[in-house]
């Protein structure tokens, strides 16, 4: 029994003389990984923390109408955390005070911010809608237009027909607004389509088959 325990002892030994470098290096590697991945994740919350406060002070300043206030804060939150998603809550809340107040120019900037650098975002397509809203209040329609393009599947393209609709009925484009309100129809239901059925129906229009 000693015997075999010599043994086992000793391939013991030789595999410690064979591996044991490559054990302990392998055992540095995972702890450096650990403590880096603990580093990373807390870097990350803190950034996700600064950037909230500053979501948070933007609609404070909005709430007691220091528009000015408001976007001073914006511009830092968008050098700092370009990528956070508080940087476009943050710009349709600015954008809704603009246009509030009166401003549409200034809300279809701040909303251009959104669909330029958060492109890949969730949020830039329901800024790109906001921002030709906010074209259409300014009257520039074309370049309304332009932003509605390219039309988004999803939820929400319904509603950038509809609006394309609006456009081209203001432009005088009939034809046009009667084939962005068919497609529309498709896309949407409940009040929302109602509405459309009387703009098609006041072009003279019908649903598509």
């Known amino acids: 029994m000693a015997y075999d325990d010599e043994e086992q002892l000793e391939a013991i030994r030789d595999w410690w003389h064979r591996y044991g470098r490559l054990v302990i290096i392998a055992a ?52 700092a955390h370009a990528d956070s998603p508080y940087v476009a809550m943050a710009t349709f809340a600015v954008a809704t005070a603009a246009m509030d107040a009166g401003n549409p120019g200034r809300a279809a900037d701040a909303l251009g911010w959104v669909t330029d650098q958060q492109a890949d975002s969730p949020l830039a397509v329901v800024a790109r809608l906001r921002q030709a809203e906010a074209l259409r209040v300014e009257g520039d329609r074309s370049a309304a237009l332009a932003v509605l393009e390219p039309l988004p599947d999803g939820p929400l393209r319904g509603r950038f027909l509809e609006l394309q609709g609006d456009l081209e009925v203001v432009q005088g484009n009939t034809d046009a607004a009667i084939e962005a309100y068919q497609q529309a129809l498709q896309a949407i239901s409940g009040q929302r389509r109602s509405l459309v059925e009387i703009k098609l129906f006041d072009l003279g229009g019908a649903p598509a088959s």
């Open 28 to 79: 540095i590697a995972v702890l450096a990984a650990v403590l880096g991945w603990q580093q990373w994740t807390a870097w990350q919350e803190r950034q996700a923390a600064n950037a909230s406060a500053d979501y948070a002070a933007i609609l404070q300043a909005l709430n007691s109408d220091d528009r000015e206030a408001a976007g001073n804060r914006l511009r830092t939150l968008r050098e």
